[in-house]
């Protein structure tokens, strides 16, 4: 018979040297994990969706309002209206502006957009801005994340349904559970050694749908800037490409991307006259407009399920959301000049201007009213948007709430 092992003593100070290299391991795993870095405080109970507003208000008085420079527009995400401020997003009522619940990290937020009912936040880390994070409007619970290479800076973008994260060199799409549809530009490895290296162009403006992207590229050895039009294909580092040449365009980031609506895009280019030219997914332009002078470099456009809006200025631009088909400018009148681009509340265009929001028909621009708000001069554009019977104004890095 085998005599049983016996443990000995330098058996149990080898087990317990393991116990205590496992232990150590998994503390300093935690110390410098995401997780060690994260504050979570979801909502005590559900928010309540919004309701409906059943009329545009005969007057608008300040709600509340709350620093948010990382949003470059109102955020509305169920029924929650999101901030983000430093380190931290807040998913206020939209009424009082109360935190309802708050999602903070150990680092300043590059932005926070949203996707359906979810505000989406995006962090830094050493690849750039690619630490991004969903959080439901509803509770402030976390949801999809993803970590990708990124710009050390990037402008978001939303239609609702998709994300656009883009920088100076390298631009992706994400699905609403943040898995990526599309990317264009730099990489940080070649992982496919067969497939060409894109040139390193510098990304100059894009906008985003869910069925196309346009980007303005400016590239080495190019005097004029080109107009890229990406499509999702079966691989996200091999999307659908239509290149059109911007000829005669300076190559100095004047012309941009408006808006893209369906696989349609609204271009703004500066030669031989100031024009915006609608373009399809095949690169012809399919209409254009002219417009009486260039547009101020803080021009911004806004869009919902009826209408795309462009504020160049001082004056309000309305296209259909079908096909970007050119409909009506609102311009200065009578001292009132927009100051920002309009939202649609009850069928009612609701455009941004010197002393408060004049109020137009949707459909056709027939003038309706005027309601007076006082807001502090700027320079920055006004940009609205409606929640429930509550109007939300971004101005410059302050969110607010007007009802």
């Given at each position: ?8 003593r ?62 470059d527009?109102?955020v ?49 880390d050493?690849?750039g ?15 999809a994340t ?29 699905r ?29 403006s894009?906008?985003g ?5 346009a ?92 209408v795309?809006?462009?504020?160049t ?11 970007l ?14 100051v ?64």
């Amino acid at each position: 018979m085998v005599a049983p092992e016996r443990r000995t003593r330098a058996d149990l100070v080898a087990a317990l040297a393991i116990v205590v290299v496992v232990a150590v391991a998994a503390a300093l795993l935690w110390w410098t994990s995401d997780a060690r870095a994260t504050i979570s405080r979801p909502a005590a109970e559900p928010v309540p969706g919004l309701s409906v507003a059943r009329e545009v208000p005969t007057t608008l008085r300040e709600l509340w309002s709350a620093p948010s420079p990382k949003t470059d527009r109102p955020v509305v995400a169920g029924g929650s209206i999101v901030t983000g401020d430093g380190k931290q997003v807040d998913g206020r009522d939209a009424t009082s502006g109360d935190v309802l619940w708050s999602y903070a990290r150990d680092r300043d937020l590059c932005g926070v957009t949203y996707v359906y009912y979810d505000a989406v936040a995006v962090y830094p880390d050493d690849r750039g801005c690619g630490q991004v994070t969903t959080l439901s409007g509803k509770d402030g619970k976390r949801g999809a994340t993803r970590s990708s290479y990124s710009d050390p800076e990037v402008r978001l973008s939303s239609d609702g349904t998709t994300v656009l994260s883009y920088g100076d060199s390298r631009l992706e799409q994400w699905r609403s559970d943040m898995v990526r549809m599309l990317s264009w530009g730099a990489l940080d490895a070649r992982i496919k050694p067969k497939v060409p290296a894109q040139p390193i162009c510098r990304l100059v403006s894009a906008a985003g749908s869910g069925s196309q992207v346009a980007v303005i590229e400016s590239c080495p050895q190019a005097s004029e800037p080109r107009l890229t039009l990406l499509r999702a294909d079966k691989e996200e580092d091999e999307p659908l490409t239509k290149s059109v040449p911007l000829t005669g365009v300076p190559d100095d980031d004047s012309a941009r991307v408006i808006a893209v609506s369906g696989t349609t895009a609204a271009v703004y280019v500066p030669t031989p006259k100031p024009t915006v030219n609608v373009i399809d997914e095949d690169g012809k332009t399919i209409a254009s407009t002219l417009i009486p002078k260039p547009p101020s470099p803080n021009a911004v456009a806004s869009g919902n399920d009826d209408v795309v809006t462009w504020w160049t200025g001082d004056s309000v631009m309305v296209f259909d959301t079908n096909g970007l088909k050119y409909k009506y400018t609102v311009s200065p009148v009578g001292g009132q000049a927009p100051v920002g681009p309009a939202t649609v509340m009850v069928g009612k265009l609701l455009v941004p201007v010197t002393t408060g929001y004049d109020v137009f028909d949707a459909e056709s621009g027939a003038p309706d009213r005027h309601i007076d708000v006082a807001r502090p001069p700027s320079q920055e554009a006004v940009v609205p948007a409606i929640a429930g019977s509550t109007v939300l104004e971004q101005r410059g890095d302050t969110l607010v709430a007007l009802g």
